[in-house]
Every structure is written in structure tokens, then in C-alpha cells.
């Protein structure tokens, strides 16, 4: 089966601050994006990369990435831009949507969730333990429930789907959702977890980025 990867880096970055696409942003000469398909080209799992980037960067997104890599414009939502990468990827048996702003995810981690897809699951996402308590509240910051934490995760990106029920999940939904695995959910497909990696954080805030680039910083590690 043909693995098609779809990276949505078409997000304006607003958390973080930096006055430019996230995406953009660089870590040690190189930018959030280049790091991001470097590790899905890197797991060896992947057969073809499609990045979504906002409609007035396609152009040198193309001259800059290399070959066999396609670029297409995004939309509004992370929704509408992982939908455009949908529709580019006609002929993916499994398809995964990896945040460019995971861009430290260790290519292991890539590669175990292809494996999981390989082996006949049809939704795999990688998750993590809460470390903090999480509360459920009211539009006046009035608490309303404490979820039990041992039943929480934090899931992670890339997620990986068998295609048609990814194409079937965003077909049947106009709707917005945090993750890809929200809409297949809803479709009632199972959806299974397996270990994330804390390196396979999403960079979102100016505390993200500091640390992503100790972590890349070559006097320190
Ligand atoms: N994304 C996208 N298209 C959008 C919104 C988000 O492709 N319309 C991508 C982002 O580029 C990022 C990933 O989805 O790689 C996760 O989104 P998020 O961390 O929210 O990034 P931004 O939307 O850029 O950040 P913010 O919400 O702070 O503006
Ligand atoms: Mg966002």
C-alpha cells in the first residue's frame, strides 16, 4: 500500500508570536517545515510527502523542498488544509497528517505508526499520559467536572489512517476539528493508541520554541 504523508503547515503561528507562519520559523538555519518532511523522508515508511502551506508561499515552498515533494495552498482552518491535502493525494492506500510544528518527531515514531497501519489498524495515534489534572469548565471559568486523569492523553500527530476512511471522515463533516482522529471518530471507526514520544511536541508557544532550540542547540547536546 502506498504511504502518502500530509503535512499542514498553513497555520499563521499566532501563539507563537514570531510575525510569520510557524512553519517558517528556523531552528538552527533550518525552518519548522524542512525539519518536518526531513523526518517522515528519514522513517523510510513514507512514499510520497504533500505539504499544505499558505496559498502566497507555495510558490517558494516548491523551489525549496526537494524533488518529489508536492505543495499545495491551504485553508483557514487546519481542517481546510488537511481537506486540500486529502483531495492531492488521489491514489494513498494509508495516508498520514503530521503538524509541521512536530518538528523534532523522531522518524521511530513515524515508522511504528505505519507499522501499526501495516499490521490492520485503521486509525493509530501516538498519545501520551497528562501530566497535569485537567478541568472541565463553565464560560465563566467555574469548574464543572475533573475528568479522571489516568484516563486521559495528550495525543500527538502523525496520525495514521487507512485513506478511505480518512476521505470518508472529512466527506461526511463541514465540521472543525483539533485533530484528524476527531472526525474519523465520529464516523465510529476504532481508533487506537500507541506511545508517543515527548520529543514529537508541538511547537506552539515562545516557551515550545525555546526549548526546541536547546534541543537543537549543538553547544548543549
Ligand atoms: N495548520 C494548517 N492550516 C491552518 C491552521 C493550522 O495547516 N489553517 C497547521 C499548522 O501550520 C501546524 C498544525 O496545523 O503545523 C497545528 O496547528 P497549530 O499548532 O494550531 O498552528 P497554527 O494554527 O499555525 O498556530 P496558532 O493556532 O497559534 O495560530
Ligand atoms: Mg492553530
Known amino acids: 500500500g502506498r504511504v502518502v504523508a500530509l503535512v499542514p503547515a498553513a497555520g499563521q503561528g499566532t501563539r507563537l508570536g514570531e510575525g510569520m507562519p510557524k512553519a517558517f520559523?528556523?531552528?538552527?538555519?533550518?525552518?519548522?517545515?524542512?525539519?518536518?518532511?526531513?523526518?517522515?523522508?528519514d522513517s523510510g515508511v513514507v512514499d510520497e510527502v504533500v505539504v499544505i502551506v499558505p496559498a502566497d508561499r507555495v510558490g517558494e515552498v516548491r523551489a525549496d523542498l526537494p524533488g518529489g515533494v508536492s505543495v499545495v495552498a491551504g485553508g483557514a482552518e487546519r481542517t481546510d488544509s488537511v481537506r486540500a491535502g486529502i483531495a492531492a493525494a488521489p491514489d494513498a492506500d494509508l495516508l498520514l497528517v503530521h503538524d509541521a510544528a512536530r518538528a523534532?518527531?523522531?522518524?521511530?515514531?513515524?515508522?511504528?505508526?505505519?507499522?501499526?497501519?501495516?499490521?490492520?489498524?485503521?486509525?493509530?495515534?501516538?498519545?501520551?499520559?497528562?501530566t497535569d489534572t485537567?478541568?472541565?469548565?463553565?464560560?465563566?471559568?467555574?469548574?464543572?467536572?475533573?475528568?479522571?486523569?489516568?484516563?486521559?492523553?495528550a495525543v500527538q500527530t502523525p496520525q495514521g489512517f487507512d485513506a478511505d476512511?480518512?476521505?470518508?471522515?472529512?466527506?461526511?463533516?463541514e465540521e472543525i476539528a483539533t485533530d484528524d482522529a476527531g472526525l474519523v471518530e465520529r464516523v465510529g471507526?476504532?481508533?487506537?493508541?500507541?506511545?508517543?514520544?515527548?520529543?514529537?511536541?508541538?511547537?506552539?508557544t515562545p516557551l515550545d520554541l525555546a526549548l526546541a532550540?536547546?534541543?537543537t542547540d549543538p553547544d548543549t547536546n
Open 25 to 41: 520559523v528556523e531552528l538552527r538555519g533550518r525552518t519548522l517545515l524542512q525539519r518536518a518532511v526531513a523526518g517522515l523522508l
Open 104 to 130: 523534532l518527531t523522531p522518524p521511530a515514531l513515524i515508522a511504528r505508526v505505519v507499522a501499526e497501519l501495516r499490521a490492520g489498524r485503521e486509525a493509530v495515534v501516538p498519545a501520551l499520559p497528562v
Open 134 to 153: 485537567v478541568k472541565t469548565v463553565d464560560l465563566l471559568g467555574v469548574v464543572v467536572a475533573t475528568p479522571e486523569r489516568s484516563e486521559l492523553r
Open 165 to 173: 476512511l480518512l476521505r470518508r471522515a472529512y466527506a461526511g463533516s
Open 189 to 204: 471507526a476504532t481508533v487506537r493508541t500507541i506511545a508517543g514520544e515527548p520529543l514529537a511536541f508541538k511547537i506552539t
Open 213 to 215: 532550540r536547546a534541543l
